[in-house]
């Protein structure tokens, strides 16, 4: 078995045992591969790429081929506990109506989303005048799938704009670090944020 990433693993953390989870965007199925076989949910997925739905059903998770832009709408109201979105928000085209997808078909909604407002990324912009490349966002602007450049502090703005709440936050590392702070150092500091969200 290999070891589940960091960041996925924060994740994987806020998930009861035993809940009904949809994860939209879930790559190879690490992270819904884990929750099935430690915490006993009822797992699905949706991937957008053929190789990632090959990788899944390979691994005996249940996962279409979709894309959160155009697919959500088909799920009934509250159909699971828990709707994953991990990294994946920044890379969609219409986030306002994803987000609100999310939280119409899941009691809880996780979503993860790389910090571009992060020292490091403002400085590289700032410094070299060019769309910053760093660890955390390991992509140039030209081959990125990342089209809204988004902060935790932009998405607080949806989220309470949204009128949702922010049942929790956990902004962290790279490598999975949790940054104990308050959303507004957690926006310089931190190269991911992590929500869990509900109506």
Not at 36 to 42: L, Q
Not at 75 to 104: C, M
Not at 115 to 137: D, E, I
């Amino acid at each position: 078995m290999t070891e589940l990433r960091p960041d996925l693993k924060l994740i994987a953390d806020l998930v009861e045992s035993g809940s009904r989870v949809l994860d939209v965007g879930c790559d190879d199925g690490a992270l819904l591969d884990y929750l099935v076989r430690e915490k006993n949910v009822d797992g699905r997925g949706i991937e957008i790429s053929q190789q990632g739905v090959n990788d899944c059903v390979a691994k005996g998770l249940f996962v279409i081929q979709g894309d959160a832009d155009n697919d959500l709408a088909e799920y009934p109201d509250e159909s699971f506990d828990y709707v994953i979105l991990s990294k994946t928000l920044q890379a969609v085209h219409r986030p306002q109506l994803v987000l609100s997808e999310l939280l119409r078909i899941g009691k809880h909604a996780v979503v993860t989303i790389p910090n571009f407002g992060q020292w490091k990324v403002r400085m590289s912009l700032a410094m070299r005048g060019r769309m910053p490349v760093t660890k955390a966002l390991d992509k140039t602007w030209y081959n990125t799938d990342n089209i809204h450049f988004c902060t935790i502090l932009d998405l607080f703005d949806l989220v309470e704009a949204e009128g949702f709440k922010v049942r929790e936050f956990v902004p962290h590392r790279r490598d999975g670090t949790r940054l104990t702070m308050g959303r507004t150092r957690a926006n310089w500091h931190a190269d991911q944020g992590l929500f869990l969200l509900e109506r």
